[in-house]
Every structure is written in structure tokens, then in C-alpha cells.
């Protein structure tokens, strides 16, 4: 039965990658990955993923919905929290201020933290309004695409 719950949870951890990928969201996988990423000059959007129900139902398809916006970051990057565990440690340590809370959102310029989206403003809200504090950060901080 263990086995079974192992393919299960590969599958949702593999479709939950590659949803966010196939929205443009590059993968951190590693601490130095983040670094490399965040210590680039300019604004960072990161997505904390995660496996649970509203990461699937709101935090992703608002992270991928949200960038059919005017403005946008200069970079979009993920860590996926529980399984990529370094990633995420690595990059919630440039989270000043906020603790660990996934899914979440940051935007980071110059590898600072600007502002966060925390779990519960993700957990029980509809995508759309989601979405909006996304693209209000967009707006604020994003360039011209």
C-alpha cells in the first residue's frame, strides 16, 4: 500500500511541476540555483509551491493567469516547499519579516523582499482575487512587456 501512495504522490508532485513550468515559472531545485536567481539584478517574483489543495485550485492557476498582465517582473522562479527543501529554505531566508507559509508569493528587487502573499491570503479566496493582488504587485513594480 505504501508503494502505491509513493506513484500517487510522484504524480502529483510531477503534474504540480510541471504546471507552473509550463506557465513560466523557472524551478529552483537547489540552494544555489536560488542565490544565482535572486542576487540577479531587477524584480523577482517567486511562487512557493506546494502539493496541498490550494496550491492546485488557487495559487497555481493564479500564478499562471496573472501574467497576462502589461507588467511584469524581470524574472519568474518557483520552490517547491516540502520536496525541494534546501531550495526553499534558501530562498525563505530572503523573506525577511514573513514566516514560512506555502503557497505563498514574493516579489524581491535586487534580491530584497518587497512583499509577500501569504498562505492565507491564497487559502479560501477565489482565484481572481488572487490574481489581482498578483497583478497589483505587477502594476507597482513590473516593467513594460
Known sequence: MEMDFNLYMNEVVDTARQE???AGYQQLKTSDEVN???SKPGTTFVMVNSVCGCA???ARPAAAHALHYDKLPDQLVTVFAGQDKEATATARDYFEG?????PSFALLKD???ISMIERHEIEGHDPMSVI???QALFEEYGEER
Open 20 to 22: 507552473i513550468e509550463n
Open 36 to 38: 544565482e536567481a535572486f
Open 56 to 58: 492546485g485550485g488557487i
Open 98 to 102: 514573513y514566516p514560512p507559509s506555502s
Open 111 to 113: 534580491g530584497k523582499i
Open 132 to 134: 489581482t493582488n498578483i
